[in-house]
């Protein structure tokens, strides 16, 4: 395991397989301790947890690089093996791990593969070693959102949709699984990735997005946390769009009126910011009045756009196609708070030889 590589030695590889079908846990210690053979490894009361690497067996990696530390030949591997522990006694990514994440998952022979920062609560996996699938740790109130959108064919909605039933855990979250629905846009506007959004895409997206936004509407759901991050796009399957985040959704009748602060406070609008604001300052600020979440939706929608198309445009080599249009689309959407059926009326009427204008006339 040298430095930048991750990769387990195949003595070590062919050590872990044998137990590979008792879900067990497979760790080392970053302080190198010398030893004769692979049956003298170290007691685990003996290091805290910040000096534990975990492997994962089934890729022959680790989740950290270990510094150069370990020498290729696996002879001073220290390999610590045990049972997943309860989740109650875990957190971050080590849940993912748990006896009853598990177990759970063994059921659906799904495979999960925790990376990244430690308090994330999504890791990507596989159903059966050929589907591509999230996982997340999520609010029962996420959950309930995603059972209650099932049977109404959210995935042909650009909404996402789960792929086995969600698992209620001991800790009160629920581990629910979505497939894998492309990279998320915030990703996709990285200078190495944002000539997958140039030309037609912007305008497909938006399309998509006012879809997805307009069906969670048509079942009294307001999104609230609108940003690039909690929307994919699938760059191989011809662009296609998909609202993968439901933990902010609250629910109301139209006409309904919304208090408190929610969502992420950088894209949202700008009557949601202040109660994040108050909320913050109570004894300063005088309490907001109640927002309407269809107006705060619309324009967290134009946020996005607007986000999106900034992103693409730093790069002089890429064009958007309808630029302008799309410009006044964003205006518009900020400004008026338009339903999404309306935003999909003007989208739908963007061309080439019809410029974009505001429903007051203004250009």
């Known amino acids: 395991m040298q430095s930048g590589e991750y990769d387990l030695p195949p003595v070590v590889q062919e050590l872990m397989r044998k137990y590979k079908s008792r879900h067990l846990r497979y760790r080392t210690p970053r302080r190198v301790q010398a030893i004769k053979d692979m049956n003298d490894i ?54 993912f791990h748990s006896q009853e994440v598990v177990l759970f998952l063994q059921k659906y022979e799904v495979k999960v593969y925790p990376g990244g ?77 944002r000539s997958a959004l140039a030309g037609p895409v912007i305008l497909k997206l938006a399309r998509q997005l006012c879809t997805a936004i307009a069906f969670l509407h048509s079942h009294n759901m307001h999104h609230l946390d609108i940003k690039p991050e909690n929307i994919a796009l699938d760059i191989r399957k011809d662009h296609q769009l998909t609202v993968i985040d439901l933990g902010s959704v609250v629910i109301g009748r ?8 929610v969502g992420t406070y950088e894209h949202v609008a700008p009557e949601v910011k202040k109660w994040f604001e108050w909320e913050n300052k109570r004894e300063e600020l005088e309490k907001p009045c109640g927002y309407n979440p269809l107006k705060a939706d619309s324009w967290a929608v134009g946020n996005v756009i607007d986000i999106i198309l900034d992103s693409v445009l730093v790069d002089e080599d890429l064009d958007v196609d309808h630029l302008d249009a799309l410009d006044g689309f964003v205006i518009w959407m900020k400004a008026k708070r338009p339903t999404m059926e309306a935003a999909l009326r003007r989208l739908n009427t963007f061309s080439a030889s019809s410029p974009f204008v505001l429903s007051d006339g203004s250009p």
């Open 42 to 95: 170290p007691n685990p009361h003996d290091f805290d947890a910040s000096d534990i690497i975990h492997l994962i067996p089934d890729y022959g990696t680790t989740l950290q690089c270990t510094c150069g530390q370990l020498p290729k030949d696996g002879s001073c591997l220290n390999l610590i093996v045990d049972e997943p522990l309860p989740i109650m006694e875990l957190h971050g990514k080590g849940k």
């Open 254 to 261: 139209r006409p309904c009126t919304a208090e408190g602060a």
């Open 117 to 193: 920062v430690q308090n994330t609560n999504v890791a990507p996996g596989w159903i059966k070693d050929t589907e591509s699938i999230w996982c997340k740790l999520a609010s029962e109130r996420e959950a309930a959102r995603f059972e209650e959108l099932r049977s109404h064919d959210p995935a042909s909605h650009h909404v996402a949709t789960l792929a086995i039933p969600p698992f209620l855990l001991p800790t009160n979250e629920c581990l629910i699984i979505t497939p894998y629905y492309g990279q998320d846009l915030w990703e996709l506007s990285t200078p190495s990735e």
